[in-house]
């Protein structure tokens, strides 16, 4: 029974990951090109062959489908622009890791001026994404 709970909050997680990938695979594959060398990959080995090969089929589909019937100059699309972005001032839940100090937030207000708060060790916060995404890539905090 515990197995069959594991098994699915599995997949429920790699499915997320896999509509992530189709929703948004333009700005994940150019943000994966413009990483430094010794920076790591958000993608596994497996989601990087996905997203490439999605991309390839979407845009030989749109070719094949769409923009061989339009003139000439209306044939090129870039994808890039043609996706939505992924919204980076959603708002998610997190847990520190390691103790922070003085992360400035930016608060919906009139004054719209900037304030610090701490993050304790252990603690769990809702916080917007932009935020946060430095202290996700370096390990200091965990999405949940």
Known sequence: MEIERIRFVLSSYLRCRLVKIEKFFPHILEKEKSRAEGEPSILSPEEFAFATEYMANTEAYLKNV???????????????????????????????????????????????????????????????????????????????
Not at 81 to 87: D, E, F
Not at 100 to 109: A, C, G, K, R
């Open 66 to 144: 769409a923009l061989k019937h339009m003139p000439p100059n209306l044939q090129k699309v870039s994808l890039l622009k043609s996706v939505p972005k992924p919204n980076l001032d959603s708002f998610v839940f997190l847990r520190v890791l390691e103790r922070q100090e003085n992360i400035l937030v930016e608060p919906e207000t009139d004054e719209q001026r900037e304030y610090a708060i701490d993050l304790e060790e252990g603690s769990q916060h809702l916080i917007r994404y932009r935020t946060v995404a430095p202290l996700v890539a370096s390990g200091a905090v965990q999405l949940i």
